[in-house]
C-alpha cells in the first residue's frame, strides 16, 4: 500500500497546483476562514442549515453553532484508511476552500510548496 501511496504522489508538480490530500492546508487554515455570501445563500437554498449555524455574524467560519466561538480546524477533515486527508462536504464545501490552493501560497499545494519530499 505504501508503495501505491508514493506512487501516486510521485507526480507532483509545485508549479500544477495538484492537491497531494495531506490536508496541511485544512488543518492549518480550516479554522480561519470566511464564508462568501454566496455560500451562504447556497447552503440555505440546499437546506444546510448545519453549515450556515457554524458562520458568524462577521461571516467566519467554522465556528461552535452555541457559542459562535472559532473551531481550531475544520471540523469536516477526514482521514481515509490509507491515511489521505478527505473533505467531509465536499460537494457543498466553501468557495474559499474549492478555489485553494490560491495565490497567498504561489497556487501551489502546500505540501509540495513547503519542499517536503517523499521518501523512498
Not at 490552493?101 to 521518501?119: A, H, T
Request: proline share 6%.
Amino acid at each position: 500500500m505504501l508503495k501505491l501511496l508514493k506512487k501516486w504522489l510521485a507526480p507532483i508538480d509545485a508549479r500544477s497546483g495538484t492537491c497531494a490530500c495531506c490536508g496541511r492546508c485544512c488543518e492549518l487554515f480550516g479554522g480561519h476562514l470566511n464564508a462568501y455570501d454566496a455560500d451562504i445563500r447556497r447552503w440555505n437554498r440546499e437546506g444546510r442549515e448545519d453549515l450556515v449555524q457554524m458562520v458568524n455574524r462577521f461571516g467566519w467560519i467554522w465556528v461552535d453553532p452555541e457559542t459562535k466561538r472559532p473551531l481550531p480546524r475544520c471540523p469536516f477533515i477526514e482521514r481515509s484508511e490509507t491515511g489521505l486527508t478527505l473533505c467531509g462536504i465536499n460537494e457543498v464545501k466553501p468557495d474559499m476552500c474549492r478555489d485553494f490552493p490560491r495565490i497567498e501560497v504561489g497556487q501551489r499545494c502546500m505540501r509540495v510548496s513547503n519542499s517536503e519530499q517523499i521518501k523512498e
